[in-house]
């Protein structure tokens, strides 16, 4: 799709925003990765993506640099956590620097379960890019570097934090 080149021209379906596009292929790869992933391992989605975020940290991680890094609030990395943690894959202690803290890592469970993902994810992530040529793939890659700057400056514009 185009940019519009006027303001005469008529305002774009839902259908046609970039957004919403790249929503649609988002949710299609997690919808079909969380059905593996149930299938094979037995861990949700967001579970995945914990034990994921947890075993490529170099060190522990706060629950609140978790939830962030995951793009989910804390309360619901917290809900996350604690079933990973009932099921011994996430071990918690607590954190010297802040008292109410807590420092998350993977338990040895926990790290053989990420062993795994991480190798069915591989899978996935070649199974899908192998349908592009290498020049499409360059292409994939450079556009979604340029997306993701401009989706930062257009962030900052609006005030964020």
């Known amino acids: 799709m185009r940019p519009r080149s006027s303001t005469t021209e008529p305002a774009p379906t839902i259908r046609e925003l970039l957004s919403y596009r ?6 299609l790869l997690s919808r079909g990765a969380e059905l593996r992933y149930r299938r094979e391992f037995g861990v949700s989605l967001w579970e995945w993506r914990t034990v994921a975020l947890l075993g490529g940290a170099r060190e522990a991680l706060s629950l609140n640099a978790l939830a962030r890094a995951a793009g989910i609030d804390k309360s619901q990395m917290s809900r996350v956590v604690a079933g990973l943690t009932r099921r011994k ?5 607590a954190d010297a620097a802040d008292g109410r803290g807590v420092r998350l ?3 040895a469970a926990g790290r053989r379960l990420y062993a795994g993902l991480i190798r069915a994810a ?3 992530n070649d199974a899908f890019l192998g ?6 793939r360059a292409a994939f890659d450079g556009a979604l ?5 401009r989706a930062q400056d257009f962030i900052g514009r609006e005030g964020a934090p």
């Open 22 to 27: 790249l929503h649609v292929v988002a949710n």
């Open 89 to 93: 894959l996430v071990l918690r202690e």
């Open 105 to 107: 890592t993977l338990s």
């Open 122 to 124: 591989a899978e996935r």
């Open 131 to 136: 349908c592009l040529s290498a020049s499409e």
């Open 145 to 149: 570097e340029k997306l993701a700057a």
